[in-house]
C-alpha cells in the first residue's frame, strides 16, 4: 500500500476530507437562508482553488536543496526530482489561480483577481527558475512560505477582495 500511494500522492490528499463536509455544511446553511432554492452556482471553483491550494503547500513544504536532502526522508524533490517536483509545485499554483479566477467571476471580482495570480505566479515562476539553476538552500527554503503567502492571499483575494471592492 505504501507504494502505491507514493507512486500516486495526490490521491492521499486531505483537502477533499475537509472541503466536502464543510460543503455539506456550507450547502445545508445556504439551504436554510434560502428556503430550499439553488445553491450558489460556482461553490465548486471555490472548492477546486481550495483542493489546489492544499497541494501547492504540500509540494512547497518538501522541496529541498540537494545538500538538505536527509536519508530516508521522502521529499518531492527526492522522489521525483528536482524538476519535477518544481513544475507540479508550479502547477498547482497555475490549477489553483485558473480555478480562484473562475470562482472570481461568479462573484464579479474577475479582473483583480487576475492581476493576483498574474503577479504571484510570476514572481513564484522566476524564484523557481532561480532555484532550477542554482539548487542553494536559501533558494530551496523559499518554497514552504511561497506557499503559505500563496495560500492566504488566495483565500484572501476571494473572500476579502469581493467585499472591499464593492465598498
Known amino acids: 500500500m505504501g507504494d502505491w500511494l507514493r507512486a500516486h500522492p495526490f490521491t492521499l490528499h486531505v483537502d477533499p476530507l475537509v472541503d466536502h463536509p464543510a460543503y455539506r455544511f456550507i450547502r445545508l446553511r445556504l439551504r436554510l437562508a434560502c428556503d430550499g432554492s439553488a445553491l450558489p452556482h460556482g461553490l465548486h471553483w471555490f472548492l477546486a482553488a481550495g483542493y489546489c491550494n492544499g497541494m501547492v503547500v504540500e509540494i512547497g513544504r518538501k522541496i529541498r536543496a540537494p545538500e538538505d536532502e536527509e536519508r530516508g526522508v521522502e521529499t518531492y524533490t527526492a522522489v521525483w526530482g528536482r524538476s519535477s517536483a518544481v513544475l ?12 480562484a479566477v473562475c470562482a472570481a467571476s461568479r462573484v464579479a471580482f474577475v479582473l483583480p483577481t487576475i492581476v493576483l495570480v498574474v503577479v504571484l505566479l510570476g514572481g513564484l515562476a522566476v524564484a523557481s527558475v532561480r532555484f532550477l539553476r542554482s539548487p542553494a538552500a ?14 492566504l492571499l488566495i483565500y484572501l483575494g476571494l473572500g476579502i477582495g469581493p467585499r472591499l471592492g464593492r465598498l
Open 88 to 99: 507540479a509545485w508550479l502547477g498547482a499554483s497555475a490549477a489553483t489561480g485558473i480555478f
Open 138 to 151: 536559501a533558494r530551496a527554503a523559499f518554497f514552504e512560505p511561497a506557499s503559505g503567502i500563496w495560500t
